[in-house]
């Protein structure tokens, strides 16, 4: 039996363990493709799809969908602990309810902090997700980013988030962070599967 076959016994239960395995991140994203939700509907997918882009309307088209994937799980899995009725529209309007300010919170909850008075300026400037780790779309962040002053670092380097200062490896190498793991997986997508991991066992 191959992994995909053997994750595909029991959509929800095994969604969770596979995503203890980042190296399957690529079965992880066809599980969700293929994945039959009870609530979460096709209108419902496009509202979420249509928020994602709201938020980021610069975000590459590989970080859009793979945000609108989790996003959708994370729906569906907040709707049913919560006992809403598909069948009932006033929970599919609760979702979209305040220009669908819940699904936001859902979307920036799967990703670093942003502590900024130009939030929604700054969201609307990204074009890649591991830009909430480093600036500029870099396989790494080198060492020189350490030698320049703190203020200029944060403006510079880390415009979107400093989530990432706590990852850093002062080793005195040329790079203090990959930001891609060894088998090419963007950093990123990692930290969102340890935070989705990390929701679903609440």
């Known amino acids: 039996m191959n992994l995909q076959e053997e994750y595909s016994k029991d959509n929800y239960n095994n969604v969770e363990t596979i995503m203890n395995s980042v190296e399957h991140f690529n ?6 493709e293929t994945m039959t939700y009870n609530f979460v509907n096709n209108r419902l997918k496009n509202v979420i799809n249509n928020t994602t882009k709201t938020l980021f309307p610069k975000l590459n088209v ?5 945000l609108n994937l989790f996003v959708q799980y994370l729906v569906e899995k907040i709707s049913l602990l919560n006992y809403f009725n598909k069948d009932e529209s006033k929970y599919y309007e609760q979702w979209e309810h305040n ?15 942003i502590d900024d008075k130009d939030f929604a300026y700054l969201l ?3 074009t890649d997700l ?7 779309n870099e396989s790494s962040i080198p060492n020189k ?3 320049e002053p703190r203020d200029v670092v944060l403006k510079k380097y880390f415009k979107f988030s400093n989530f990432s200062l706590g990852l850093i490896n002062n080793n005195n ?3 203090i962070l990959n930001l891609y793991t060894s088998n090419n997986l963007k950093l990123i997508y990692k930290i969102i599967v340890t935070i989705i991991v990390e929701q679903c066992t609440l």
């Open 27 to 32: 079965i992880l994203l066809k599980e969700f």
């Open 62 to 66: 590989i970080d859009i969908n793979v």
């Open 99 to 113: 220009n669908s300010r819940d699904i936001k919170g859902v979307v920036l909850l799967l990703l670093p902090f």
């Open 124 to 126: 609307k400037e990204i």
């Open 130 to 136: 591991n830009q909430f780790l480093y600036s500029f």
């Open 145 to 147: 980013v350490l030698k």
């Open 173 to 175: 190498s040329e790079s």
